[in-house]
């Protein structure tokens, strides 16, 4: 069981990026798949989920307007959609997966089993 993700880098403000999610050894199909973000200093956040099951999505507040959660076309991946960068958007970004989610209960990293590495993201 493992999880890669890939695709951060440093952008400027107002600029785009795209995170992937990679998943091996998982059914996917029953799985909710979470991106966190940790910058130094700070709490780690869920900032969007996916719901494998029924495709359901979710999303902080502070980038529902700005970052998309999907599937990709590549088997088992999911990615992140980033645009409208801000510099408050830097951080470390990890994917998680875990069991059904819903919109109570997906931003609760405990709620997922298996974690990335993280990729940096960096908005200057």
């Known amino acids: 069981v493992q999880l890669v993700e890939s695709g951060g880098d440093s952008v400027q403000a107002g600029g785009s990026l795209k995170l992937a999610c990679t998943g091996s050894?998982?059914?996917?199909?029953?799985?909710?798949t979470g991106w966190f973000r940790q910058a130094p200093g700070k709490e780690r956040e869920g900032i969007a989920a996916?719901?494998?099951?029924?495709?359901?999505?979710y999303y902080a507040d502070s980038v529902k307007t700005r970052f998309s959660i999907g599937e990709d076309n590549v088997k088992n991946t999911i990615h992140l959609q980033m645009s409208s960068l801000k510099s408050e958007d830097t951080a470390m970004y990890y994917c998680?997966?875990?069991?059904?989610?819903?919109?109570?209960?997906?931003?609760?990293?405990?709620?997922?089993?298996?974690w990335g590495q993280g990729t940096q993201v960096t908005v200057s």
């Open positions: 050894g998982f059914d996917y199909s029953r799985t909710c």
């Open positions: 998680a997966r875990g069991g059904s989610c819903t919109s109570t209960s997906w931003k609760a990293s405990e709620k997922y089993s298996y």
């Open positions: 996916i719901y494998a099951g029924d495709g359901r999505t």
